[in-house]
């Protein structure tokens, strides 16, 4: 199993992103599975190519995802009702 960290933002002294939205890639075998992601990675899944993609919890990606994911979307009853 290999964990690779995507992004974690941090803020600057001046308020801007310095990286991307927290996430997570676990790969295992042939599996890429994608823990979490922000909007800033909208449009941008093809650099990682994720077999699945898990939301911990409520994400506005959500809404960017319902319109198509190129993998499944796992996410909580309440994020998808959102």
């Known amino acids: 199993m ?5 992004g974690s933002v941090a803020r600057s002294t001046r308020g801007r992103a310095t990286s991307m939205h927290t996430s997570l890639l676990v790969s295992y075998r042939s599996a890429d599975v994608m823990i979490d992601c922000g909007l800033d990675w909208l449009g941008k899944l093809n650099r990682v190519s994720p077999s699945a993609i898990v939301l911990t919890h409520a994400h506005p990606i959500m809404l960017g995802l319902k319109q198509g994911a190129p993998c499944p979307v796992y996410a909580p009853e ?3 009702r959102n």
């Open 2 to 6: 290999k964990l690779t960290f995507l």
């Open 78 to 80: 309440k994020t998808c």
